[in-house]
């Protein structure tokens, strides 16, 4: 089964630093995502990217934060000047975004965990 | 925004035990999803289900989109199946995810 890579599971980061998360979508999916989960919280929406742009972005996706498709495959999330609150489990996700398709859902990778001391 | 509530926040049963779990949302959905997040933090999908029932194993789910409620079963539990089950739905035109608090289920051997 096809699966959403993400890229290092675990960074520990020192306040101040800037962070770059990366993840490999599904080869055929069109939209792509970035969550967030703080421990032992709901898992919440940063961004979504279709066609190279972003399509929505929530009030957390402030200026501190940053989405790019360098190339073909890979999609990052970098995030300037960290702070101790950013410190949460960062999931990527991508969906064909086909509406009644066969296969329409949204598949997550398995997170990268991000701790900021 | 659309309100997605799942209902226990928290299940703790015997091995073998079967369990029911609830999501309700507030508005229709083009897209409904279960989720389960096992011990190390991986979101597992378990099911992609807007309407109608559907198995897997041990494990089924069903959806009643026109009363706004899923409902995720699991028959004859093991330790494995613990961690925490995630609802989470789309609404029209708008292509994100929303996810509810989920679910803590504790399988005790």
């Known amino acids: 089964e096809p699966e959403v890579t993400q890229t290092p599971s675990h960074q520990v980061t020192q306040m101040g630093q800037e962070v770059i998360l990366r993840c490999v979508p599904i080869?055929?999916?069109?939209?792509f995502y970035w969550y967030r989960q703080i421990l032992g919280q709901k898992v919440e929406f940063l961004v979504s990217f279709y066609n190279n742009e972003i399509s929505e972005k929530s009030e957390i996706f402030d200026d501190q934060f940053s989405v790019e498709r360098p190339d073909g495959s890979n999609f990052t999330l970098k995030i300037r000047s960290t702070k101790l609150e950013d410190s949460a489990m960062y999931f990527c996700a991508s969906s064909e975004f086909i509406t009644g398709g066969p296969n329409y859902g949204y598949t997550f990778g398995s997170g990268t965990r991000l701790t900021v001391v | 925004g659309i309100q997605v509530e799942q209902s226990p926040p928290d299940l703790i049963l015997q091995e073998g035990a079967n369990s029911t779990l609830r999501c309700n949302f507030s508005?229709?959905?083009?897209?409904l999803q279960w989720f389960h997040q096992n011990p190390w933090g991986q979101l597992i999908n378990l099911f992609y289900i807007p309407s109608g029932t559907k198995q897997n194993g041990r494990l089924s789910a069903t959806t009643v989109a026109t009363e706004r409620y899923s409902l995720l079963y699991i028959s004859s539990s093991q330790t494995t199946d613990s961690g925490v089950y995630f609802c989470?739905?789309?609404?029209?035109?708008?292509?994100?995810?929303?996810f509810g608090k989920g679910t803590r289920l504790h399988i005790l051997p």
């Open positions: 508005d229709s959905v083009n897209n």
């Open positions: 080869s055929n999916h069109l939209y």
């Open positions: 989470a739905v789309t609404v029209d035109g708008d292509d994100k995810i929303i």
